[in-house]
């Protein structure tokens, strides 16, 4: 049974969101305060966060940084600001979605059911070994989930191996950031399509020396994105 923590100090919204997760047979933890989320998340074991953005204690962009640096779970941002500015700081920092509130419990459920699946997919033990991807100096481990380019390591979230790894493994394709959007987390793109754009820069930084002349990641404008060889 996935374990879960929810990080919310809103104790109706907290319960209720444990109360439709526990139904779909998750093991749900609650934590109020940034400061306990946090302590949580890296003292145990947890399948995925849901951590809401404003806290009391420390803030879930702090929240969400911290663990970050030291795990590579889904984690699943929840906040009722609906300015794009924080959506694009959240994702920045390493958050794999961001829902804005009010949100109904059944799609939150739906989330983090797909995060889970998505993510046992790509990390469980049923991966080939050795499986790697190697294109003009960029070396993609698909089984140790780690990236070199010019064999220096970089360090990437889990969404953003999931996307660079899927264009890598489909070049010269352009791909619609709705297209990829859905391809990388299972779910309809509307209103998220800040979320592709996001993780497109992101990656950019990591793999680029210069990141206005893309080397690998090309934009495709008005279209989407393809990956170059």
């Known amino acids: 049974m996935s374990r879960i923590l929810i990080v919310e100090d809103e104790k109706e919204i907290a319960d209720l969101e444990k109360?439709?997760?526990?139904?779909?047979?998750?093991?749900?933890?609650?934590?109020?305060?940034?400061?306990?989320?946090?302590?949580k998340a890296l003292s145990e074991e947890?399948?995925?966060?849901?951590l809401d953005l404003m806290l009391p204690g420390m803030?879930?962009?702090?929240?969400?940084?911290?663990?970050?640096?030291?795990?590579?779970?889904?984690?699943l941002m929840v906040s009722a600001k609906k300015d794009d500015i924080d959506k694009i700081r959240?994702?920045?920092?390493?958050?794999?979605?961001?829902?804005?509130?009010?949100?109904?419990?059944?799609?939150?459920?739906?989330?983090v059911k797909a995060h889970l699946a998505r993510y046992d997919r790509l990390v469980g033990s049923g991966q080939k070994q050795n499986?790697?991807?190697?294109i003009r100096g960029l070396k993609i481990d698909k089984t140790a989930?780690?990236?070199?380019?010019?064999?220096?390591?970089?360090?990437?979230?889990t969404k953003e191996f999931d996307l660079l790894t899927f264009l890598a493994e489909n070049p010269n394709h352009v791909f619609t950031k709705e297209e990829l959007?859905?391809?990388?987390?299972?779910?309809?793109?509307?209103g998220d399509i800040a979320t592709v754009t996001v993780h497109i820069k992101k990656i950019r930084e990591k793999l680029?020396?210069?990141?206005?002349?893309?080397?690998?990641?090309?934009?495709?404008?008005?279209?989407?994105?393809?990956?170059?060889v």
């Open 19 to 39: 109360d439709y997760l526990e139904l779909s047979e998750f093991q749900v933890e609650i934590a109020n305060d940034g400061n306990e989320g946090l302590n």
């Open 46 to 50: 947890y399948a995925l966060v849901v």
């Open 59 to 75: 803030d879930g962009f702090e929240v969400c940084r911290r663990i970050r640096e030291e795990k590579n779970i889904p984690i």
């Open 90 to 111: 959240g994702l920045g920092l390493g958050a794999d979605d961001y829902m804005t509130k009010p949100f109904s419990p059944s799609e939150l459920v739906a989330r």
């Open 131 to 134: 499986d790697i991807v190697e």
């Open 145 to 157: 989930r780690r990236v070199y380019v010019d064999g220096e390591e970089r360090t990437f979230t």
């Open 181 to 190: 959007f859905r391809e990388i987390w299972d779910m309809d793109s509307v």
């Open 208 to 228: 680029e020396y210069d990141t206005s002349k893309p080397q690998y990641i090309e934009t495709i404008w008005g279209v989407g994105y393809r990956f170059k």
